[in-house]
């Protein structure tokens, strides 16, 4: 499979949000149950939102997002991530590809740590999170809702520079 990574643009909404619903719809995978709108997405982009896709055979088949961990100029070198990629096309290097792209976006955007909130009913997500060098640092008790019972959310952190050397 011939994979690119590129920055998503104002058009991927659609794609991007038909990707996510899905996983949205039907697993805990996300604890949310508000769909995505391609509109919403495309809104997002054209603000300058950081958003790159998996494109292979010229279909967006994963994306990825960085965005802040909490709110307050305290965090601001903090950054959060989504990564999903199409259920057809896991296990190819779609998702690790897009890891380096949240990375490099992150350290570019002046980011020191990445953090991944991943269900804990996510077995493969905490698995692939620790093969790229992410450390869980938190495990929050019942703390996501859907599908009528709680769910456990895993918290998994990853520096992207050292402490010692700052910013």
Not at 89 to 109: C, D, I, K, N, P
Not at 129 to 134: E, I, K, M, S, V
Request: with cysteine.
């Amino acid at each position: 499979m011939a994979l690119t990574i590129r920055p998503a643009r104002v058009g991927d909404g659609a794609r991007i949000a038909e990707i996510h619903n899905g996983i949205i719809r039907d697993t805990v995978i996300t604890f949310t149950t508000d769909e995505r709108t391609g509109a919403a997405l495309d809104a997002r982009l054209a603000g300058g939102a950081h958003f790159w896709v998996a494109e292979a055979a010229g279909c967006v088949a994963g994306f990825a997002t960085i965005f802040p961990f909490r709110q307050g100029p305290g965090y601001a070198h903090t950054f959060e991530h989504t990564i999903i990629v199409e259920p057809g096309t896991r296990g190819q290097g779609s998702g690790r590809a897009l890891m380096h792209a949240v990375e490099a976006g992150a350290r570019a955007a002046g980011g020191h740590s990445l953090m991944a909130g991943v269900s804990a009913e996510n077995a493969a997500g905490v698995a692939f999170h620790a093969r790229l060098g992410f450390v869980e640092v938190a495990r929050l008790r019942e703390v996501g809702w859907k599908f009528g019972r709680w769910h456990d959310l895993v918290l998994m952190q990853k520096f992207l520079s050292a402490p010692e050397t700052g910013l």
